[in-house]
């Protein structure tokens, strides 16, 4: 199911990819939104990644939870995603986990050789900085969501987010506006937003000025985004 995804995303001429990836006992990435395989496996199997191996992992059906018609799906490894996402798209990798995933994660991507086209994503704002401390001809990028602004501003997130020479803020869409990206956009920083879904909202968004967004429905927004163009 998840592989699957980012092969339907592609067919659909998305600018790029965002995939979740944790490490795993055998210190392969797995590309996975949660920490454990309970909802991918429909409660078959409670495995966590970071406890679990690679074949351990490719052994759950990850793919029935959805329908009959997704049956036998696995969980993906990175190296597996790389193969097919084209090296003219860009593939955003949010690390779920903290900076021991480095160790895998760093020499895949310089051996990929397509290092400019993949940007690290990540709510912790430590392993934001070390991806771009360890792999500089990536982008990094900090997700930012309500916790965040609850006790400070964007002032705040742009500050720090330029300190540690990050190259961009991705927070939540609702907290976003047309004077929050201007400020980010005048410190040089670049702008993107989640999870956005309808194209009426990614046409206002768009006409802020942000660098891109984050969608289950790429198909719809494309389409409304690409009308609102031509006209």
């Known amino acids: 199911m998840l592989f699957r995804s980012v092969k339907k995303a592609l067919e659909m001429d998305v600018d790029g990819v965002e995939i979740d990836v944790y490490l795993t006992k055998d210190k392969n990435i797995a590309v996975i939104h949660d920490k454990d395989v309970k909802r991918v496996s429909g409660g078959a199997s409670t495995l966590k990644v970071a406890e679990s191996t690679r074949e351990e992992l490719k052994k759950v059906d990850a793919g029935s939870f959805k329908g009959m018609a997704f049956k036998g799906e696995k969980i993906p490894m990175l190296e597996e995603v790389l193969e097919i996402v084209p090296a ?25 050789g397509r290092a400019e086209t993949i940007v690290i994503i ?5 392993v934001a900085a070390l991806a771009k401390l360890m792999l500089p001809r990536c982008e990094s990028y900090w997700l930012l969501d309500a916790d965040f602004f609850s006790s400070a501003k964007i002032e705040d997130a742009i500050k720090i987010a330029a300190a540690n020479k990050l190259d961009g803020l991705d927070i939540d869409y609702k907290l976003a506006s047309a004077d929050v990206i201007k400020k980010s ?3 040089g ?3 993107y937003v989640w ?18 967004i984050t969608t ?7 389409e409304r985004v690409r009308e609102k163009a031509a006209r």
Do not use: H, R, W
């Open 122 to 126: 990540s709510f912790s704002l430590d």
């Open 88 to 112: 003219g798209k860009k593939l955003f990798i949010e690390v779920k986990c903290g900076a021991e995933i480095f160790q895998s994660l760093v020499p895949m991507i310089q051996n990929s």
């Open 216 to 222: 289950n429905k790429p198909d719809a927004i494309i």
């Open 185 to 187: 956009k005048a410190a």
């Open 195 to 212: 999870t956005v879904d309808t194209p009426e909202t990614a046409i206002i968004l768009k006409s802020y000025g942000l660098d891109g």
């Open 189 to 191: 920083l670049k702008f």
